[in-house]
Structures are given as C-alpha cells and as structure tokens.
Nanobody, 114 residues
C-alpha cells in the first residue's frame, strides 16, 4: 500500500511559478511510475506529466516547455515545477503512483488568478 501526500499548491498570478511536491510512503517507491494529473471544475481528470521508474518523462502538450516533473527515489518524492502559469492551469492537482496497483493522493489546489 502506497500513501501519497501532495503539497505546494496555492494562489499565484498569471506568469508566476509554483512547485508541487508529493511525498510517498509505503511500498517500494523506486519501482513505481509517478504522475501528476489535474481536474478543473466540470472537467475530467487529465494527465499533466509522468515519469517512469527509470526517469523517462512525458508531458501533456498543454504544459510542454512550462512544467517539469522530477523524482528523488532516495527521499521518495516527486515534484512538479510549474512556470509561466496561466489561468487555465487552475485545477486540483493529484499525485499518482502506478506499478502493480494504482494510488492517488488527496490533491492540492492550484489557482492562477490576478
């Protein structure tokens, strides 16, 4: 069983930056593929970025060049650096872990507004 806890969300102005963190406990973190998803009000949850156990990254087109996902296996952490934020990035951001099973965090709110 893997537990995931996100942090780092908040209110930021357009063009600003935030860094989301996800702390994992339980399980063997290094074997899990990790991802960040988001869900805006009235919309489906969508993949933002993912990183495999070997460090291969994948990004949704709408964040390419602005967001960076990374992981620290020793600390059991995954991060999402978000730059050049736009109002349309406003959503609840969820951390996800996948291996034999799939796990979700409780989410952290990101609001981009002036």
């Amino acid at each position: 069983q893997v537990q995931l806890v996100e942090s780092g969300g908040g209110l930021v102005q357009p063009g600003g930056s935030l860094r989301l963190s996800c702390a994992a406990s339980g399980g063997i973190f290094s074997v899990h593929a990790m991802g960040w998803y988001r869900q805006a009000p009235g919309k489906q949850r969508e993949l933002v970025a993912s990183i495999t156990s070997s460090g291969i990254t994948n990004y949704a087109d709408f964040v390419k060049g602005r967001f960076t996902i990374s992981r620290d296996n020793a600390k059991k952490m995954v991060y999402l650096q978000m730059n050049s934020l736009k109002s349309e990035d406003t959503a609840v951001y969820y951390c996800n872990a996948k291996w034999l099973n799939e796990y979700w965090g409780q989410g952290t709110q990101v609001t981009v507004s002036s």
